[in-house]
């Protein structure tokens, strides 16, 4: 997400950067597509005034708020901006739950969804099957994929339940 801070007719100093950042920071937990922000501080005579800008997703959320203090115009406009933020995210909700309402029969019909946690690369170096063997049990595996060097084939070999070990092999055709 980026984070861009204006200051009007004031200079923005650490503390407010900071101040300001770890707000909008805090604002990921309602929302995780935020894009971009822009917050916008100025100062007119004795009257502070904040406004943020963020784009969330399709969608562009503004909020402006005034006070005598700064930090407080600041913590106003930024529960302004929470409040629209949580109306946004169960907009989201609702609509996704009328989006598809015929998906769970669906998958029911074509199976369990696959969800792939962990990709791995492996060392395509030739190796007989004693060193693949070495390789997956020093990694923890149940099963290790390699290239057999006598046949320049890629295999797996695997353990069983009985604690020996199997091999898979390509059939030729």
Not at 17 to 40: L, P, S
Not at 145 to 171: I, N
Request: glycine share 4%.
């Amino acid at each position: 997400m980026r984070i861009h801070m204006v200051a009007r007719k004031m200079k923005l100093t650490k503390p407010i950067k900071d101040f300001i950042g770890a707000k909008i920071e805090k604002m990921q937990e309602y929302a995780d597509n935020i894009v971009w922000t822009q917050a916008i501080v100025a100062v007119e005579k004795k009257l502070h005034n904040a406004e943020v800008i963020m784009h969330v997703g399709h969608q562009t959320i503004k909020a402006s708020a005034s006070s005598s203090d700064l930090y407080s115009s600041i913590d106003k406009v930024m529960n302004k901006i929470e409040i629209q933020l949580k109306k946004y995210k169960g907009k989201t909700k609702s609509h996704r739950a009328h989006k598809n309402p015929g998906f769970s029969d669906f998958s029911a019909v074509v199976g369990p969804r696959i969800k792939v946690s962990v990709i791995k690369d492996v060392s395509s170096k030739p190796m007989n099957i004693e060193e693949a063997v070495f390789e997956m049990e020093k990694t923890g595996y149940n099963f290790f994929f390699f290239m057999d060097k006598a046949s320049s084939q890629m295999q797996v070999v695997f353990k069983r339940l009985d604690d020996s070990y199997g091999l898979l092999q390509p059939l030729k055709k």
